[in-house]
């Protein structure tokens, strides 16, 4: 019998009708763009761990917890800042209604 496949998009956005997956998806959705964000930005400007690190003057394990969104804590705005100007980027933050 052929299983039937589905989406993960479409997975996601029926599982979000439930309020209680809703909340703790919306809790964890800003730590894990962040860390993606950075990886990939490094990535794409060709840069190891080791040397965004050596940039902000700091352990390429710090770098690590910043790609890492299982983290316990996020990143303040000032570490963000500092990754942006590391990386050539401009950190922009907003509200959405």
Partial sequence: MARKTT????????QLKNPAFRRHFEDYEL???IAVEIALLRRKRKMTQA?????LGVKQQMVA?????EQSTMPNVRTLQRV?????ARLQIGFQP
């Fill in 51 to 55: 040397q965004l690190a050596k940039k």
């Fill in 65 to 69: 917890q910043l790609e890492n969104p």
């Fill in 7 to 14: 989406k993960f998009r479409d997975y996601v956005r029926e």
């Fill in 31 to 33: 730590p894990v763009k």
């Fill in 84 to 88: 942006a100007h590391a990386l050539g």
